[in-house]
């Protein structure tokens, strides 16, 4: 940083993503509220500290080799060159971008004068990998055991979905090139993959004792208070600001960058590298955020829990292509989307016993789902980068954005990296006895001996 | 120990030309030593997960024995 205008962009841009981490925080905050909210009273002190625990699971794992695997990754390995060193192989080269530079022994991964960078960009993506853990954490509650969440945590916050972001979000992404897969703003990458995971340990895991009746009918539990819930997701919908602007990069020249010399186009990009505003996306996260909030409101009958849960579930489904929407378009999407999810909710829980807490698979899962086969169609045609566009299933360039190609992208972030992984850990788990409380502790409740430890201090204190 | 004594000196060369002067850009102590750390870091980590898993399996193990029922916990609702 010798001049000053190079000095102002670079200082620009550590304290963007430093004060979108900042926002992101809320999001954990804000989930904490909301699954404390939604237990019973006798699991509330367990479930915080669990949701609590994944902070610093997350966070060690991240460092030590999450952010490797996020600039390994790209290429699959084995399914598309990189377009920086023409291999297909695990990106770990001297290239610009490799994940050589970001081993946990790196002297990038520290304090270091040249590089203003790193710090930030890795916990802007930390951040994201807490709300993938937090998406699971919240479906699960009052039945786990804090062990097996610690290590679902990390599976989904520090591998699986840094995996799928490296596929389809960097860059380089296999899955940009040869699917024209396009998520500008995660609606597969983080919230697909969260909801899958969370449905395939649910699957093993098995519901809260007396959700279903002996003749399987199912029954509402809680929430236990309403407006602690309604707040959480309130400081989630905060969060999602920097969320948001966190997925973009806030300044760059696209002119030399897309081999336009000598032309200078300064603008804010999306995670692609492709031109998008800051002031654009605000309006199609209020307008999808709209959008969700009256589609929840209608469908389930102005219930309180439904219609802020549609509100989220409305900017997950737009979320994909809300880099380019219209205003107009993401609103209708975003209904569609929430509708759908408070629909497969319901319909999935009668139908295959599964008891998600929090609706966090249908928030998540089935309105990501939703969002980017709906993108795929909208944004048909579309270039999924800035890089040498060309045609579908070819490798060395990038197919356009397209139906087919954000429909196998959904199945890839739902089914193979969310659902999969979540289903066969649980499993091991289960077969290691190490998943699920003991019956008689859920009954009597995980927080029994701290309450029975609190009431015994307030009586010898008189 | 330290990386930096000086940071006149330091800091008056650019970064550009790290490999030619004295320019240090990371500045922690003990550069070089990051293994070391790294190895301490994921025996605390492993450690953490297997004691914690212990001690949640023993303490369930007890509570399950002592089998309350659904409501016992309302006598123990402290009212600080």
């Not at chain 1, 609606?187 to 279903?212: D, M, N, T, Y």
């Amino acid at each position: 940083m010798t001049d000053e205008l190079g000095a102002l962009t670079t200082i620009f841009t550590e304290f963007y993503y430093w004060i979108t981490v900042v926002l992101m925080f809320l999001i954990h905050v804000g989930f904490c509220m909301y699954e404390v909210g939604a237990s019973r009273y006798k699991h509330h002190q367990h479930t915080l500290m669990k949701n609590t625990l994944l902070i610093p699971l997350v966070t060690v794992t991240w460092f030590f080799f999450g952010w490797w695997i996020y600039w390994a990754f790209p290429t699959g390995p084995g399914l598309a060159p990189s377009i920086m060193n023409e291999s297909a192989a695990l990106i770990t080269d001297d290239s610009l971008f490799s994940a050589k530079w970001y081993v946990a022994t790196s002297n990038l991964m520290a304090v270091n004068l040249g590089d203003h960078i790193s710090g930030v960009f890795w916990a802007a993506f930390l951040l994201f990998s807490w709300t993938a853990a937090s998406i699971v954490s919240g479906a699960i509650i009052e039945r786990i055991t804090t062990f097996a969440f610690g290590i679902l945590a990390i599976a989904i916050g520090s591998v699986f979905w840094t995996i799928d972001a490296a596929w389809g979000w960097h860059f380089d992404g296999w899955m940009l090139k040869l699917l024209g897969y396009h998520d500008a703003y995660a609606s597969g990458v983080i919230h697909a993959i969260a909801g899958g995971f969370a449905l395939g340990v649910l699957a093993v895991l098995g519901p809260r004792i007396g959700k279903f009746s002996s003749s399987g009918e199912p029954r509402n539990i809680g929430p236990r208070n309403p407006w602690l819930v309604c707040i959480g997701l309130f400081l989630i919908y905060t969060g999602f600001w920097g969320f948001y602007a966190a997925c973009n990069i806030p300044i760059f020249d696209l002119g030399p960058e897309y081999g336009m010399e000598g032309t200078t186009f300064y603008t804010a990009t999306s995670i692609y590298v492709t031109p998008t505003t800051l002031s654009g996306i605000t309006f199609n996260f209020l307008m999808s955020l709209s959008g969700g909030l009256l589609a929840g409101y209608w469908v389930s009958k102005g219930d309180p829990f439904w219609t802020y849960s549609g509100g989220l579930a409305g900017i997950i489904t737009a979320s994909a292509g809300n880099d380019l929407y219209h205003p107009l378009q993401s609103m209708m999407i975003a209904a569609v989307g929430t509708y759908i999810a408070y629909k497969m909710h319901y319909w999935v829980e009668r139908r295959f016993k599964i008891d998600d807490a929090v609706g966090a698979v249908a928030v998540h899962g089935y309105a990501g789902v939703v969002g980017l086969v709906i993108c795929g169609f909208v944004l048909w045609g579309y270039p999924s980068s800035g890089y040498s566009v060309g045609s579908m299933w070819v490798g060395t360039d990038y197919a356009p954005i397209n139906p087919l190609g954000m429909i196998i992208g959904a199945i890839i972030m739902f089914g193979v990296l969310g659902f999969l992984p979540g289903y066969i850990l649980a499993k091991i788990l289960h077969a290691a006895g190490k998943l699920r409380i003991p019956r008689e502790v859920e009954i009597a409740g995980l927080d029994y001996n701290i309450m029975e430890s609190a009431r015994k201090d307030e009586r010898s204190v008189g | 120990m330290a990386q930096v004594t000086n940071w006149i000196e330091h800091l008056t060369t650019d970064v550009d030309a790290a490999t030619e002067g004295v320019q240090v850009a990371d500045i922690y102590p003990m550069v070089g030593l990051e293994w070391m750390w790294l190895t301490v870091a994921i025996v605390f980590w492993l450690w953490f997960h297997v004691s914690t898993g212990t001690s949640e399996a023993e303490e369930q193990q007890k509570l399950a024995r002592k089998r309350p029922s659904a409501n016992d916990y309302k006598k123990n609702i402290a009212e600080w």
